[in-house]
């Protein structure tokens, strides 16, 4: 009716400027977790930095043992055991705290993509939901519309159908940015543990040392999280939506066309 077209031409402006606004929260919001990703990375090399001298040398020592063709005395191997003692104490002691670094950093940059969420959270379902809604009830009432299209004349069926397109368009355009934002920041923060596993693998730590950082860190949900922390956004429950969306929209075309073709 005249009246719901005057009152949405009102709201468009402010709808607009909504969506413009929104997209720069995102944006901004996974500008900076994704820069705390890469300060949290950066920080990482200089906390494996010390386990360098318990790992890398005594392997070196050792390879130039082996080179070494006079077999040690009995002194000599007793002052190496004691050698190796006081090495392994410090070296668990020193790995304790290189183990709890890491927890304490990866814990940190989680818990501020937690506040995040906490905050941009609800805005991020109200758009997500919107834009959803919008494509599959734009493409929805196309069946509906078929039989006043079959007698529009062309510049009215031309205008309908741009009028479809944009609008499907629109959310289509509100729905990927949302999501993309989100999923990137998931990605760059599940990647920590493995750069980190590759850091102590590059000074020569143990594979068990390595297989218990890792464990522990790649068991936590690391990610934007949504729904008070119970959903986490990636790109497989994103690419999942976007296909399902995009079947619901295809059906409802062809659905459309078949029942224009019987029309005619």
């Known amino acids: 009716s005249a009246w719901s077209a005057v009152a949405l031409w009102a709201l468009k402006p402010p709808l607009v400027c909504s969506l413009f606004v929104s997209y720069a929260l995102f944006g901004f919001t996974a500008m ?16 494996v930095g010390p386990l360098t001298e318990y790992y890398r040398t005594p392997q070196e020592a050792q390879g130039r ?6 077999p040690p005395t009995l ?30 950093l990866v814990d940190g940059m989680q818990a501020r993509a937690n506040s995040s969420c906490s905050l941009v959270g609800s805005i991020w379902v109200h758009l997500f939901l919107v834009a959803t809604l919008q494509i599959l009830a734009v493409s929805g009432s196309l069946a509906a519309a078929a039989e006043e299209w079959v007698r529009m004349s062309t510049a009215q069926l031309g205008f309908c159908i741009c009028q479809f397109a ?31 596993l590759q850091l102590l693998a590059q000074v020569g730590c143990p594979v068990s040392r390595q297989a218990s950082v890792f464990c522990l860190l ?36 062809w659905h459309t066309l078949g029942v224009m073709c019987g029309n005619l």
């Not at 990703?37 to 090399?45: C, Y």
């Not at 043992?65 to 006079?70: D, E, L, P, S, T």
């Not at 007793?78 to 290189?98: C, G, N, P, T, Y």
């Not at 990636?234 to 059906?251: E, F, M, Q, S």
């Open 32 to 47: 900076l977790h994704l820069l705390d990703v890469q300060a949290t990375k950066d920080i990482l090399p200089r906390c």
């Open 65 to 70: 043992g082996k080179r070494k063709r006079v």
């Open 75 to 104: 002194r000599e191997n007793l002052a190496s055991i004691e050698q190796w003692q006081r090495r392994s104490a410090h070296e668990e002691d020193l790995f304790q705290k290189v183990f709890k670094l890491f927890v304490d």
């Open 166 to 196: 944009f609008h499907v368009f629109a959310g289509l355009v509100v729905v990927l940015p949302v999501t993309g934002a989100f999923c990137k920041v998931t990605a760059a923060v599940g990647r920590v543990p493995n750069d980190a």
């Open 218 to 253: 790649a068991a936590r949900k690391l990610g934007m999280h949504i729904f008070m922390g119970c959903f986490l956004i990636d790109a497989r429950k994103a690419t999942a939506a976007i296909v399902v969306i995009g079947a619901l929209v295809v059906n409802n075309i």
